[in-house]
């Protein structure tokens, strides 16, 4: 994700030896991929972030091109494990198959290919927030855990993500936040649909300022999880 400094509205941002003119008013906080091509002066730039495809054409000379640091920031996740939960906690991993059996895939299994170090996740069993974890590596291939392949439910060739679990003692009912879920989470691939229950899936990025709404109330009922560095930065945001 891009995460614009303080007080910018504009700005440009340097890709390799590409130099991309970005307006980023309306794309701060949101994933940006970002594609340049030089003809001459001319530059072209097609910035595509979750909202849509923006094309940028100017012209001027690159060394006239001021470089800004973007610093990367924590996403959040909700996954929901269910039958799994207690294996991959004790494994501190999450673990999702490329393909079923008949050969499908599906985005909730693939967005373990968005996960990053850093990352925070939220565990959801049996209606609750059970755990929360920061991820600490990105994903990489890896063959079903033995442990998991007792549901014999998925093929053996699948991706991981090793994180750190902190189990909640008093973990929070999901449906107690109904009414924010209802209005945060209205959006395409959202871990909950409009009636405010699960969707079902594996792995789904969540809406930022439901994921702190849960990390606030995880930390009220479990105080000790402030004690986690990264997951204290995202509550002081």
Known sequence: QVVLPEGTNNGYIR???TYTTLDVADL????L????EWEGTKMTSTLTNESGTVNVTGYRQKDQYLDLDFQTKAMTFFVFQNSTFDREYQGGYLWAPVTNKTGDTF???DRLLDVHPGDVILHGYNGYVQAVSVARAACYDCVQPQELRT????????RRVDSDYI?????????????????LC???????????TGNQGYLFEIN??????FLVACSHANPYLKGNQTIAELLAE
């Open 208 to 213: 930022r300022e439901m994921a702190k709404i």
């Open 15 to 17: 890709v390799g030896d």
């Open 186 to 196: 209205n959006t395409k691939y959202a871990p909950f649909n409009k009636y405010g």
């Open 107 to 109: 985005h909730h299994w």
């Open 151 to 158: 549901e014999d439910s998925w093929d053996l060739d699948g």
């Open 28 to 31: 701060k906080n949101q994933k």
């Open 167 to 183: 189990m909640l003692q008093h973990p929070i009912k999901t449906s107690d936040h109904i009414d924010d879920i209802i209005r």
């Open 33 to 36: 991929h970002i594609k340049t």
